[in-house]
């Protein structure tokens, strides 16, 4: 059982370290964004659910398969372009984790499970296992994306975003959420769209 979940984990980094975009460590070195990206969403799920199953383990690491294949501005600048990409994403980076389950002996009820999380199917009706998943996804964001993304927008966008993205997480995300250090001008950010 371990065999195959090693086996897919390892499928799933071996495409993320084709990613042409590079992050630069705290130390200099420089690996594949996507690489990175999923360390991070791994990190936050030991923090949401250290006995998370295999499944969400596989969807939290694939939760953005090649998704740099399909760059933002292949779908107009607009907010319905903007939604119109991300459900494009989510079916996408879905059906690729899912067939390496396929390929690694899960069977076809965790090959569909893997799809759905990944699609975060269920989520507004309270799906515990969708719920952790969009939680470490927000998580991420406001530990690794949010001080480069409150650089290139202004506040009232960034209070929105800020305040969208914490209705999205559990109690239990927004426990962890205020765990995070932050800048002082993040933190400020966080404080006030909260505050609101």
Do not use: N
Request: aromatic letters at 8%.
């Amino acid at each position: 059982m371990a065999d195959r979940y090693e086996k897919a984990r390892a499928k799933i980094y071996a495409a993320h370290d084709e990613d042409p975009t590079k992050h630069t460590t705290s130390d200099g070195t420089q690996v594949p964004y996507e690489t990175h990206y999923a360390q991070q969403m791994e990190k936050y799920l030991g923090k949401r659910d250290a006995d998370a199953s295999e499944v969400l383990k596989l969807a939290v690491c694939g939760q953005h398969f090649r998704r740099w294949e399909v760059p933002r501005d292949s779908y107009p600048m607009t907010k319905i372009g903007y939604h119109s990409w991300r459900t494009f994403l989510k079916k996408r980076q879905g059906q690729q984790v899912s067939t390496i389950l396929q390929e690694c002996s899960y069977s076809s009820d965790d090959v569909a499970r893997c799809l759905a999380l990944i699609q975060k199917e269920g989520l507004k009706q309270g799906e515990e296992e969708v719920q952790v998943l969009e939680d470490v996804a927000c998580l991420v964001f406001l530990d690794d994306q949010f001080e480069q993304f409150k650089d290139k927008h202004d506040e009232e966008k960034i209070l929105t975003i800020l305040r969208k993205t914490w209705i999205k997480m559990s109690k239990e995300g927004q426990e962890l959420a205020l765990k995070i250090a932050m800048t002082g001008d993040c933190e400020l950010l966080v404080q006030k769209a909260l505050a609101a």
